[in-house]
Structures are given as C-alpha cells and as structure tokens.
C-alpha cells in the first residue's frame, strides 16, 4: 500500500501545480458552501418544522440547489488533464500492472487533495462565520441563531465529498482497464455512449407528469419529491447528455471541406467528453437560473407580497382607524369630525364606513360560495373599493359581476346572492333585524378592473345606501382610510388616531419582508452559481488550452494558418455550448411549467433574475474564452513536437 501512496503521490506532482491547486480549490469553494447551505436553514428557523415549517422547506429547498452546481464544479476539476492523467494510467496497466492496483492509484490519486482541499474548507467556513454573523447583524438580522455547523454534519459533508471525488476518478476507468493501448494513443476516437440519451426519458416523464397532475388527488409529499427529482435529473442530463450532442455535431463538421471545420470537429471526436466539459457548468448554470428565475417569480406572485408591495410603493392602501375597547368596540361619536379630520394628513384621498355586515341567511357550506358581504354607505365611497357603475344613494342593491376572461383563482369566487330573495337583512342598535329591499337595478362589478387596483377581489355583494339605515343601525365602530402607498402616511394616520383617543391598523410587511428574504437568497445563490460556473469554465479552459498545445505545435509546425487554427478553436468551445444549451433551454422551460402548474399560481419569472445573471454568464463565457484562447499557441519548441 506504501508503494502505490508513492505512487499516486508522483501523479499528483506529475499532474503539475493546475490540476492539484484546482482540484484542491475547488473542495475549500465546494465545503465551505455546503456547510453554509446545510447551517442557514438553523440560523435562520433555528426552531426546526416546529418553527415555521412552510417557511423552513421553501428555506432549506432554496439553499439546497447549490449541491448542483457544486457537484458539477467537483466533477469537472475532477477530470481535469484527464487525456494526460488517463494516458499515464494506461501506461501503468501496460507496465504489468494490475485493475486492482490501477483503480486503487487512481483513488488515492484525486482523494489526497481532495481531503487536504476539504479540511481547508471546513476551516474557512469555521474563520468566515463571525464575520458572516456580524454582517448579517448589522444588516438585515435574519439569523435567530448562530451559523454554525456539528462535528457529524462536517465529517459526513468532507466524507461526501472526496467519495464524489473517488467516484470521479475511477468511473472513467472501464475502457482504460480493458483495453489501455488505445487510451494510451492520443488521436484515438472516443465515442460517447448515447445511453446518456436515455436520461432525457425520466427527466421529461417526471417533469411533464407534474404539468398536468391532479393536485386535489396527489399528496404535497408526492409532488414535493417528484419536483426535486425531475430538477436534479434535469441538471444530470444536461451534463451527461452534451458530450453525445457534441460528437454528433463533429461527424457533420468533419465531413466539411473547410479546415478549420474539419480541425474543431476532429478535435471534439478524439475527446467529446473533455469539449463538453468544458461548457458542461455553463448549461447547468442557465438551467438553474431559469429554475431560481421561476422561484422568485412564484413568491413575487402571491396577492399577499404584491399587496404588500403596493402598500409600500405607489397604493393605494387601507388604513383602519378604530375606536379604543377590548372586546366590543363602541361606535364612533361625531364620526364626521373625526373623519375630516383625519382626511386632513397628506397622502389620504379618501374614507369608508366600516361595518361589520354579511348575508345572515348564507351558508357557504350548502352554496359553494363565500357569503357577500354588506356595503353600507354612499356611492362614492363604495367606488373608493370597487369599480362599479349604476350605483344609486337613495335605493340597494345586490352588485353583479361582469363576464371576465380570468380564472376564479386570480379573480375569486362571486358571492351568493341568489338566494337573498331581493331582501337583505340588518341588525339594528334594538338588537332586532332590519329588513331592506334591493330594489334598484344591480350594481354592474368589474372585477378585473378592481383587481388591477387593490389586488385582492370583492367580496362584496350588496350595497345599502347609508342615509336608509343610519337611524336604526348607528354609526360604526371603525372607518377605513384610503390613501396613497407609503410607511410616512401610515406613521401620520396611525399619530392623529392615537391624538383622537382612538387605535389605527396598516397592513403588515411580514409577506413582503419574507419575500425581501427570499429574493436576497435566490440573487445571492445565482450569484454563486453563475461564479462556480465561470470558475469552472476558466480552469477548465486553461486546462484544454494546456493540453492542446502539442496537437496545435503541430498544426503550426505543418503550416496551418494562425488564422485557421482560431476558428477551430473557437468551434471547439462554441459546438459543446450549443449542444449544453439545447438541453439547458428545454429542460429548463419543462422545470418552470412544472413549478408553476404545482405552485398554483400565474407565475411571472424574475426578468431581473434573468437579465442579470444570464447576461453576466453570456459576458463571463466570452471574457473567459477570450483570455483563454491565446494559451494554446506559444513558441515551438522540440518539447511540444515530442509525443510522450
């Protein structure tokens, strides 16, 4: 066993300082980021299901998708100088050596630094933690918890890790065990099997049943499970499936005339899987941007943050102003006063009785549908709610919705008036029921139109003019500001109710504030990814320029024009990228179908989300190719034309 450490220790300095320091890189990069995924769920819920479950699982699933791209930055170091690691692998098998012996080299080989790359990932984790915590306090204090990690959780993350590592370096291995003198030749074809292919099957099977599952039938934990495997299965196919694009795309360019077609084609066949490699992260990247684009879409879609948004922003905004009790609440003496006078702060355009009324002969269990609540008060105040038209003060009347093109989960159910019978009735100050006719015509209910202005739908159902009632029912015991959008109007309104003896309520920001959360999370996570895949593409492209330049010295030292040479290895990265993003694309589409038939709602991705992070990996790949490309010509020398 001393033997073979020695030996796989030699491959790890013959590999040179790139590959050792890269692989090595990458485990500090991919520990430090899983041991802060698995702790922010606790820093942040540090109550467990218990907690806040809902909030917890959306947390935790979030946090969860950097395994993705940290498992394809492992596997693509992984592999880096794969041609001349594999070469020398096959060298030993020649040597005499046995499959046992060459696998077990193989191991060790990439386990060593790995292991040393992960254990200076837990320490950098462990040193960036305090000053993770204090940026947090002095921010946003979202950590109910330290940031902290357990003995177990460490080990089993290092343990994962270099087994991924192990895994990476030994799967390669078949060919090269069974037959070593054809991966010991350079210009050997290696065809990528297309079983990969097969991938595309349960990736879209799973995906496409969740468009159209029966979700009232279904379990949420069936769902659950099937989202997040038709998720990592569509990252799996994207990076396995590639490489079997790409070699198919190089059978049509090296049929080509051209040389530099015949060149970028020929160089992708002699190593498909090393090409892909190459652009592998780029089309995960794209896939999981499109994923984190429809998952903040889907929260930026609910009524309670877009209301909440709104409140804050432009409004309008409900602000209820009450007067002071435990229990019953007395109504409002001289509301008149009081309502003029609060009319008075800037920003407020508007006010509304508040009666507490609905239908008493409604029984939404028997009718299907929510009861209609009772408007009492003037016409213009009811067109503050609602956008309405044939409204009258001197008569009720039931409102009637308008035909809308909208499903019944954006605008609501209509309230059931059918069965009132055109009489509705109203508990008077003699705790006695007060009947009143509907005998205008019914009031004509836009619902699309109310919609776009207060966000959440009308329930109401009936509109009482209150100069009918005023008498026998009083005034109420709360009204109901309508003003612009905005924490300052709120602040003045709920002031001046305090002055009048009275209690004021604005909407809360919880939703709004836990979406904020959310959003800094799946900005902060895209950001990671589109790193982790930029830093993949740029160790990865050194990497192949590296190994590319015997085969360009000889290109040059035959008289291969500078001008030729470029286009094939522009072609080399640009065929591979094509081939990730014709799998990323589609699957990432199929990925927000999926999400938003299961989320039940009109998702909206995150164009922001999208722009940004898709327009820095667009600029990021060119950049990186860019300052690439040039590595792969250099003087000749008689060390490059030599074959070793």
Not at 346 to 375: K, L, M, N, R, T
Request: hydrophobic content about 50%; overall charge negative.
């Amino acid at each position: 066993m001393r033997v073979l450490l020695r030996l796989a220790i030699s491959l790890i300095r013959a590999g040179g300082w790139l590959r050792a320091g890269s692989v090595a890189g990458a485990h500090v990069l991919g520990v430090a980021i899983l041991l802060g995924a698995q702790a922010l769920p606790d820093a942040v819920h540090p109550g467990g299901l218990a907690d806040n479950p809902v909030a917890r699982n959306q947390f935790t699933a979030i946090v969860g998708v950097l395994v993705v791209p940290v498992a394809i930055l492992l596997l693509t170091v992984g592999r880096m100088s794969s041609g001349v690691r594999d070469r020398r692998l096959a060298s030993l098998r020649l040597l005499g050596m046995s499959t046992g012996r060459s696998v077990i080299v193989a191991a060790l080989e990439n386990a060593i630094v790995a292991l040393a790359g992960s254990l200076a990932g837990l320490a950098a984790f462990l040193a960036l933690t305090p000053a993770v915590e204090r940026w947090v306090a002095a921010g946003p204090a979202w950590f109910v918890a330290p940031l902290r990690t357990t003995p177990t959780t460490a080990a089993l993350t290092i343990a994962g890790v270099v087994a991924l590592s192990v895994v990476v370096a030994t799967a390669p291995m078949g060919r090269l065990l069974t037959d070593p003198r054809s991966e010991r030749t350079e210009s050997a074809r290696r065809t990528p099997s297309p079983w990969r292919l097969v991938l595309l099957v349960p990736t879209t099977a799973v995906l496409g049943w969740l468009t159209q599952v029966d979700l009232v039938t279904t379990s949420n934990k069936t769902v659950a499970l099937a989202l997040l495997t038709g998720g990592l299965l569509g990252a799996v196919t994207i990076a396995l499936a590639a490489p079997v694009l790409a070699s198919w795309a190089a059978r049509v360019l090296v049929r080509r005339r051209s040389t530099g077609l015949l060149l970028a084609g020929r160089a992708i066949q002699v190593a498909p899987a090393s090409a892909s490699r190459l652009v592998a992260g780029i089309g995960v990247v794209v896939y999981l941007v499109m994923a984190s684009a429809a998952v903040l879409g889907a929260f930026q879609s609910t009524p309670q943050y877009r209301y909440a948004e709104q409140v804050l922003t432009d409004g309008p905004q409900e602000i209820r102003v009450m007067t002071a009790g435990a229990d019953t609440r007395p109504p409002i003496e001289d509301l008149d006063a009081v309502a003029d006078h609060l009319m008075t702060v800037e920003g407020v355009h508007g006010w509304v009785p508040d009666y507490v009324a609905v239908d008493a002969q409604c029984d939404p269990a028997s009718s299907g549908a929510p009861c209609a609540e009772i408007f009492i008060g003037t016409c213009e105040q009811l067109q503050l709610l609602i956008v309405a038209e044939g409204c009258r003060d001197d008569r009720a009347a039931a409102v009637e919705w308008l035909p809308s093109d909208r499903s019944i989960d954006e605008i609501g159910v209509p309230p059931d008036v059918d069965d009132l019978g055109g009489v509705v009735e109203l508990r008077t100050l003699d705790e006695e029921w007060l009947a009143v006719p509907l005998d205008a015509e019914p009031i004509r209910y836009d619902p699309e139109a109310t919609l776009e202005e207060w966000v959440y739908p009308s329930q109401i159902g009936v509109f009482v003019p209150i100069d009918l009632v005023r008498e026998e029912i009083g005034e109420p015991a709360r009204i109901t500001m309508i003003a612009d959008g905005g924490t300052a109007v709120q602040a003045e309104v709920i002031t001046m109710a305090e002055q009048l003896g009275m209690e004021a309520w604005a909407y809360p920001t919880w939703d709004y504030d836990e979406v904020l959360r959310v959003r800094t999370v799946v900005w902060t996570l895209c950001a990671i990814v589109v790193g982790i895949g930029l830093f993949a593409l740029a160790l990865t492209s050194v990497d192949r320029a590296l190994e590319r330049r015997r085969a360009v010295a000889r290109q040059v030292a035959i008289g291969v024009p500078l001008r030729v040479l470029r286009t094939g290895q522009v072609l080399q990265t640009l065929i591979p990228l094509l081939a990730s993003l014709a799998l990323a694309l589609p699957c990432g589409w199929l990925l927000f179908e999926a999400y938003r038939h299961v989320v039940e709602l009109p998702v909206i991705p995150a164009r922001d989300v999208l722009t940004v992070f898709l327009a820095a990996t667009a600029i990021g790949t060119v950049v990186v190719s860019a300052v690439t490309l040039p590595l792969t010509r250099s003087r000749l020398t008689a060390d490059l034309l030599r074959t070793e």
